[in-house]
């Protein structure tokens, strides 16, 4: 059965009389049956249609239908065709085609954009109801290294700076392959609009074996490059947190494959518009994570290794329960296939600027927790409290940028193209992102200054953490509305701009975080540094985006021509 979407011109009139409305969708289904209909795209005003239509929950008229294929590989079985008029406004068309010996049933389906006619405060509430499974999935992650934070704090300052350092090679390092993600999101969504399953397999199949590789990869380069890295990393003044880093990331390393073939996973189920299989899943895993860090760390005494082996069984669990839930889709997400060389390039040509992007961030946090390494035990033991707190609250703002991914494209490129539509929801998406970025100031920043016993009982570290409080707010407010402008640019292909730009803030943010060092400014110094670099993202991004040349005002689409001859 094969599904297909019409989107029908505003202007056709609609009578207020059920005969007139059916001689004019007579009219119009000859004419699309002469155009081949699965080809056609225009655009309704359902608000136009007669109320007495809409009084009721469906409704199906059976419309008289001459065989215009002119396809002599078509052949019309039916001389009808039916259009049924739900109350929502969808209007479904109905035929039944023959193609040789096999028969299949056609549903064309047209349907208003539905986000973007609504007022802008009822496309806030229907974007918060989009974005609140995405929140889960991107919280998970945090929370789980949130709670080796807090469980390892109250054992051992030692441990707890260890895993500065440790979470640097665990956490950090593992999203410069997002590229993984982003791929298998497109090149899904992609196979899934032809109603191909066998290549959505297939694609699966090759992402699932890069994952693998990937993973494996990163298994054995933690296993004999670990030591040196954090040896190299920490610096001669604190080689005495590298024994318990090394543990925690020699155990960590153990799940890399699990981890990256999770992610996979993952990315094909949200392709599919199931987030709530991906959501269980993490659910499970922190809650495995949790008790496992209260068993193995307070109750028997393991300290930064029942963290680490926690963790890392967790996240084992949590990719076993993606691939299921892959599987209960019908698609083998135990299937392997290794990619040709074409579709190695077709894979690099959409996620280099991702990865690109993701490099910039990872490197710039990694300079964060190198400058504060080198100011001693009790400094980075409360940067990686202030650092962990700050991810856990960042993520919140993530799903606005997935939002602005799912519904920019069709206001920017689609056939219902509408760029005044595209400027109202991304007005609607930066007042999210502004509120819920001062709602995350204000809680985020409580909880170290009000409650930092949850993490730490010694009073040095508590000191250091409460210096950057003030930094620390200002980087976390304008971070929602950072990921809105970002998405908004995913959305509309601008990918040369966005690689770039985040390539001169870390640039930027660099030369920002050496001045503080060598000037001696401290913790606080490298979190104002953050500061500039979170400001700095925002500011480029809704400068580009206000642009007379920008996406939201350009009437030139060969960016999007450019873009797709690049996929093919």
Not at 79 to 108: F, Q
Not at 121 to 134: D, L, R, S, Y
Not at 228 to 255: E, H, S
Not at 410 to 428: D, P
Request: charged residues 15%; aromatic residues 10%; hydrophobic residues 45%.
């Amino acid at each position: 059965m094969q599904f297909k979407t019409l989107i029908l011109p505003s202007s056709i009139p609609l009578s207020n009389s059920n005969s007139r409305v059916l001689s004019k969708s007579s009219t119009l289904f000859n004419q699309l049956n002469r155009r081949h209909i699965s080809a056609f795209q225009a655009r309704i005003d359902v608000s136009r249609l007669p109320s007495k239509l809409l009084s009721f929950k469906s409704k199906r008229y059976r419309v008289p239908l001459r065989n215009n294929c002119g396809s002599p590989s078509h052949e019309l079985v039916s001389d009808n065709r039916e259009i049924a008029i739900e109350s929502d406004g969808t209007v479904e068309l109905i035929s039944l085609i023959k193609e040789g010996a096999h028969e299949e049933e056609e549903i064309l389906e047209v349907k208003p954009n539905e986000l973007a006619n609504k007022s802008i405060w009822n496309q806030v509430k229907e974007i918060m109801m989009f974005t609140g499974p995405a929140t889960g999935l991107w919280m998970c992650g945090p929370l789980m290294s949130l709670i080796d934070t807090a469980v390892v704090g109250q054992g051992s300052s030692i441990e707890l700076a260890a895993l500065g350092p440790a979470t640097v090679l665990c956490d950090y390092i593992s999203y410069m392959f997002m590229f993984l993600s982003i791929a298998t999101s497109n090149l899904v969504a992609t196979s899934l609009a032809r109603q191909d399953k066998n290549e959505v397999q297939h694609q699966i199949s090759i992402l699932l074996f890069l994952a693998l590789a990937c993973g494996f990869f990163m298994l054995l380069f933690t296993k004999f490059f670990g030591p040196w890295m954090l040896t190299a990393f920490t610096g001669p003044k604190n080689l005495d947190i590298v024994p318990a880093a090394n543990t925690y990331v020699q155990i960590r390393g153990l799940a890399w494959p699990a981890v990256l073939v999770g992610w996979v996973a993952q990315s094909a189920s949200l392709g599919m518009k199931d987030p709530w299989g991906p959501l269980k899943a993490l659910a499970v895993a922190s809650a495995i994570n949790g008790i496992g860090d209260v068993v193995l760390c307070s109750l028997l005494g393991y300290g930064i290794a029942g963290a680490a082996w926690a963790t890392m069984v967790s996240q084992v669990v949590a990719g076993y329960m993606m691939i299921e839930a892959l599987n209960k889709k019908g698609y083998n997400g135990y299937a392997f296939s290794v990619p040709s060389s074409n579709e190695l390039l077709t894979i690099f040509g959409l996620a280099a600027p991702v990865f690109l992007t993701m490099t910039a961030k990872v490197a710039f946090y990694t300079l964060i927790i190198y400058f504060a390494t080198s100011m001693g035990t009790h400094t980075v033991a409360a940067h990686q409290v202030m650092l962990q707190t700050y991810s856990m609250s960042t993520v919140w703002g993530e799903p606005l940028s997935q939002t602005a991914q799912s519904f920019m494209p069709e206001l920017l490129y689609g056939a219902n193209r509408s760029l005044e539509k595209a400027r109202m929801l991304l007005k609607s998406l930066v007042m999210i992102g502004a509120t819920l970025g001062l709602a995350l100031g204000i809680i985020g920043t409580s909880v170290p200054w009000l409650f930092p016993y949850i993490f730490t009982p010694d009073q040095k570290v508590i000191q250091e953490m409460h210096k950057v409080l003030i930094p620390y707010f200002l980087a976390l407010v304008v971070t929602p509305s950072t990921h809105s402008l970002e998405g908004t640019l995913l959305a509309g292909r601008d990918l040369k701009f966005i690689s770039l730009s985040m390539s001169g803030c870390f640039a930027f943010g660099a030369l920002v975080l050496m001045f503080v060092s060598s000037r001696g400014y401290g913790l606080a110094g490298c979190w104002f540094a953050l500061v500039g670099f979170q400001w700095a993202r925002f500011s480029l991004s809704l400068t580009r985006l206000l642009s007379p040349d920008g996406i939201l005002y350009s009437e030139d689409l060969s960016r999007d021509k450019n873009e797709k001859l690049r996929a093919v």
